[in-house]
Nanobody, 122 residues
Framework: QVQLVESGGGLVQAGGSLELSCTTSGPTFSSFVMGWFRQAPGKEREFVAAVGVTGALTYGPDSVKGRFTISRDNAKNAVYLHMNGLKPEDTAVYYC???????????????WGLGTQVTVSS
């Protein structure tokens, strides 16, 4: 069983930055694709970014490209999401997830954290 724990969320003003972290338990972290998703109130969960086992990257909506950066540290069993130039529309609960395949589809992610709230004030 893989357990994921997110941290680093909070309240930030528009234009600010945050770095989300997700740490995992278990010895198999390096074999999983790690992804970040977000869900805003009243909206469906949305793919944000993923990093593959060999470091391949993919990002979701155009609105985050160039502002968000995903990375992983296999030695620390951790994945990060660095967010710059935050906007009020980035407000959401951000989830970390682990998948056996490189994908943007949430249904392929087998393990999920409980989420961390990010609130961006205007």
């Amino acid at each position: 069983q893989v357990q994921l724990v997110e941290s680093g969320g909070g309240l930030v003003q528009a234009g600010g930055s945050l770095e989300l972290s997700c740490t995992t338990s278990g010895p198999t972290f390096s074999s999983f694709v790690m992804g970040w998703f977000r869900q805003a109130p009243g909206k469906e969960r949305e793919f944000v970014a993923a990093v593959g086992v060999t470091g391949a990257l993919t990002y979701g909506p155009d609105s985050v490209k160039g502002r968000f950066t995903i990375s992983r540290d296999n030695a620390k069993n951790a994945v990060y999401l660095h967010m710059n130039g935050l906007k009020p529309e980035d407000t959401a609960v951000y989830y970390c997830a682990a998948s056996p395949i490189f994908t943007e589809r949430s249904s392929n992610y087998k393990y999920w954290g409980l989420g961390t709230q990010v609130t961006v004030s205007s």
